[in-house]
Nanobody, 121 residues
Framework: QVQLVESGGGLVQPGGSLRLSCAASGSIFSIAFMAWYRQAPGKQRELVAGIISGGSTNYADSVKGRFTVSRDNAKNTVYLQMNSLKPEDTAVYYC???????????????WGQGTQVTVSS
């Protein structure tokens, strides 16, 4: 059983910063891909940033230059540093990880419970 636990959301003023964390626990052999998604009210869930095991990253155009995704493989944790936050960044943020529990096992996608980020003055 794998569990993802997120932390770090909250209320911040425009221009402020927040750092989200997501730690995976349980039966884990490897995590190929870690990512952050977000979903605003009335909108579809969208990919914000992703990072593979080798460290390569990709970002949504709307957050490039403001957000930074990183990972700590020893801790099975992914982070999202969010700077210069805008009201349009307001959403529930979800972490996602593609995890294998053994060398010959298939990869399964796991989701965190979501954390609210609200950017407002």
């Amino acid at each position: 059983q794998v569990q993802l636990v997120e932390s770090g959301g909250g209320l911040v003023q425009p221009g402020g910063s927040l750092r989200l964390s997501c730690a995976a626990s349980g039966s884990i052999f490897s995590i190929a891909f870690m990512a952050w998604y977000r979903q605003a009210p009335g909108k579809q869930r969208e990919l914000v940033a992703g990072i593979i095991s080798g460290g390569s990253t990709n970002y949504a155009d709307s957050v490039k230059g403001r957000f930074t995704v990183s990972r700590d493989n020893a801790k099975n944790t992914v982070y999202l540093q969010m700077n210069s936050l805008k009201p349009e960044d307001t959403a529930v943020y979800y972490c996602n990880m593609n995890i294998r529990d053994g060398l010959a096992s298939p990869t399964y996608s796991h989701w965190g419970q979501g954390t609210q980020v609200t950017v407002s003055s």
